[in-house]
């Protein structure tokens, strides 16, 4: 079997629809609008032999993303998971929380950077996944480790900030640390980089991804200010610690000429006009020669 990838979940914080959300988007993803698909919190699932998986990022809704996955569920005894080990790329409340609903003291190993592993030490309620059964194994950036067999994953820093639930005060946004990383997946001959969160395409940020086969990246918002013009929040997308797509220091523009195969963008928030299907912004995203992510979404490079 070819490394593989299954999308379980897509959306950012909140997904789509947001429970308390009105804004048109949720408004027409409630409705079963067919041209807005419903989206749950970012989470993806790597697997090279079909029997053994990888999470990375377990958001609140992981419970409700392995039960769509048949390939999630118990197959042996009373008692069993496929999932080997889980990864966190940051210690956003969208990709640890979900780590709560796997403490029915079942073993897989648990990687994260130092910085993520530390957030994690330092929030009591995380102990419910018994240390015991799931091993906290702090992965060094630039440094490949192997969480399943064959599978090659080395952590990258990228610009960002700390998660909100730590903030104190106003937040350094940027900052190129171990507080939020990308994953780079090397297995079967094929490489797939993993960046759901990015403040910032520098050229560093270039360099690490060029030469890929698929690009899944942070598509939080299309314009820095997204939430603004909705009228549902005061903070833009750098300030939360997300690139905008467009502009000229956007995500599109910035990675324009960088040798990729496929672009997808994930992590994309409600506000996001891209989700309306037949809108221009959505569009012009594809003309650029970008996909988006959805739920169920499996890919295989």
């Known amino acids: ?42 989470s993806i699932a790597v697997t090279l032999d079909g029997a053994r998986y990888l999470l990375i990022n377990a958001s609140p809704d992981i419970r409700q993303q392995m039960a769509l996955l048949p390939a999630l569920h118990p197959r042996e005894g009373l008692r069993h998971t496929p999932l080997a080990a889980a990864l966190v790329t940051n210690a956003d409340v969208d990709h640890i ?9 079942e073993p897989f190993a648990l990687y994260a950077s ?11 309620v995380f102990d419910v996944v018994n240390p015991t059964l799931v091993p906290r194994r702090t992965v060094a950036l630039d440094v490949p480790v192997e969480p399943l067999p064959g599978l090659s ?26 507080t939020t990383v990308g994953v780079l997946l090397k297995g079967e001959g ?9 403040a910032e395409v520098t050229d560093a940020v270039r360099e690490r991804l060029a030469g ?19 009228g549902v ?5 750098r300030r939360m610690g997300h690139v905008p797509m467009t502009g000229p220091e956007g995500s599109v523009a910035r990675l324009t000429g960088t040798p990729l195969g496929r672009r997808i963008f994930v992590h994309i928030n409600n506000t996001n006009p891209v989700l309306v299907e037949d809108s221009l912004e959505n569009e012009a995203v594809r003309a650029a020669g970008w996909e988006l992510a959805h739920d169920g979404m499996e890919i295989t490079p």
């Open 212 to 230: 890929g086969d698929v690009l899944l990246f942070d598509g939080t918002v299309y314009e820095d200010d997204d939430m603004i013009r909705a």
């Open 1 to 42: 079997m070819p490394l593989t990838l299954h999308i379980l979940g897509s959306g950012a914080g909140g997904g789509v629809p947001q429970w308390n959300c009105r804004c048109p988007i949720c408004e027409r993803a409630r409705a079963g609008d067919p041209m807005v698909k419903a989206r749950t919190q970012s």
């Open 114 to 124: 130092a910085e993520t592993q530390d957030a994690l030490a330092q929030n009591g």
């Open 233 to 237: 929040g005061t903070k833009t997308g």
């Open 97 to 105: 929380a979900g780590l709560l609903s796997l403490r029915e003291s």
């Open 190 to 198: 094929r490489r797939i980089a993993y960046v759901p969160g990015c």
């Open 153 to 178: 994953v080395t952590l990258f820093a990228v610009p960002g900030k700390v998660a909100l639930w730590q903030e104190r005060g106003e937040p350094v946004v940027g900052e190129t640390t171990g």
